[in-house]
């Protein structure tokens, strides 16, 4: 459990990682709703948005895991599920 549980961790940190590469590398240019000017509509913005919510899913992924794997450590208890 602990070998799966290590590979959804990275490989949910090295996507989280890519896709924000990808999101600073394709589109620099675009601010957040935050801003006081009309949100312009088009699909920049939406892609932009698509992809954003890729990368923090991946990184609450990753940290979950990661917090998961942590607990599993410091308790070291074996457990009716390891044994198995």
Same mark, same amino acid.
């Given at each position: 459990m602990k070998r799966r549980l290590t590979f959804v961790f990275v490989g949910s940190a090295i996507l &989280?990682?890519?896709? &924000?590469? %990808?999101? /600073? =590398?394709y589109f620099p240019d675009l601010v *957040?709703?935050?801003? !006081?000017?009309?949100a *312009?509509? $088009? =699909? +920049?913005?939406?892609a932009? %948005?698509?992809? $954003?919510?890729? +990368?923090w899913t991946a990184a609450f992924v990753a940290a979950a895991s990661a917090i998961a794997l942590m607990f599993? /450590?410091? !308790?070291?208890? $074996?457990?009716?599920?390891?044994g198995r």
């Open positions: &989280a990682v890519a896709l &924000a590469l %990808f999101c /600073n =590398w *957040p709703l935050a801003s !006081t000017e009309p *312009p509509t $088009s =699909w +920049r913005l939406d932009a %948005f698509a992809v $954003s919510t890729l +990368r599993m /450590n410091v !308790t070291k208890g $074996s457990t009716e599920l390891e």
